[in-house]
């Protein structure tokens, strides 16, 4: 299959350090959730649901601010814009957090991000994302199965802008590596 869109910008969060395009921009020795809560004010976000959402949510919507700056996005159908992402734990980080505020009073604040595809629902609300939305949970995060459901989504029409990839929020190891796939 010949390539139908191409790689913009990415977004990788390795140990302590985020990257835009292979560069460092912020590093911090806090955990993910302090973490990402400083992205969001380096960023000067401002969106009030940030400070209510689950880690993963929160840096779906931070790595998707990274991807979409100087981007040219806003002609683009919003129905044609998708989401695809992946990982291995699904929500299990935020479901034991709520399993534990059940010994007193349950949560719902955090039962709503008991669900994987949360993310994809944030991000789609800030950024008018109305296209196809995907979230692979698989015992191993395989790029390709993305890579492959990306290159589909391109080939077939459905989407002219896709923002991908892994945002693994397990406690043993946290994983984020997100990209802006464009049409040619």
């Not at 806090?30 to 209510?52: G, S, T, V």
């Not at 814009?81 to 479901?95: G, I, Y």
């Not at 399993?99 to 955090?110: C, E, V, W």
């Not at 949360?118 to 800030?126: H, P, Q």
């Amino acid at each position: 299959m010949k390539a139908s869109y191409q790689i913009v910008s990415r977004v990788e969060l390795i140990q302590n350090q985020l990257y835009v395009n292979q560069k460092p921009v912020i590093e911090c020795d806090a955990d993910l959730d302090q973490f990402a809560k400083l992205c969001y004010q380096h960023l000067q976000m401002h969106y009030p649901k940030f400070y209510k959402m689950d880690t993963a949510c929160k840096w779906g919507l931070i790595g998707t601010e990274l991807l979409l700056q100087n981007q040219e996005v806003a002609s683009i159908d919003p129905f044609k814009k998708a989401l695809v992402f992946q990982n291995t734990s699904s929500s299990l980080t935020t479901d034991r957090n709520y399993q534990q505020s059940m010994a007193s009073i349950p949560s719902p604040a955090l039962f709503v991000y008991t669900l994987p595809n949360i993310v994809m629902g944030e991000i789609a609300i800030r950024n008018q994302f109305k296209g196809e939305n995907t979230f692979f949970v698989a015992a191993d995060t395989n790029c390709t199965t993305v890579e492959t459901y990306v290159e589909l989504l391109f080939a077939n029409e459905v989407a002219e802008l896709v923002v991908a990839g892994t945002i693994e929020i397990s406690e043993e190891k946290p994983f984020i590596q997100l990209f802006l796939a464009v049409k040619p």
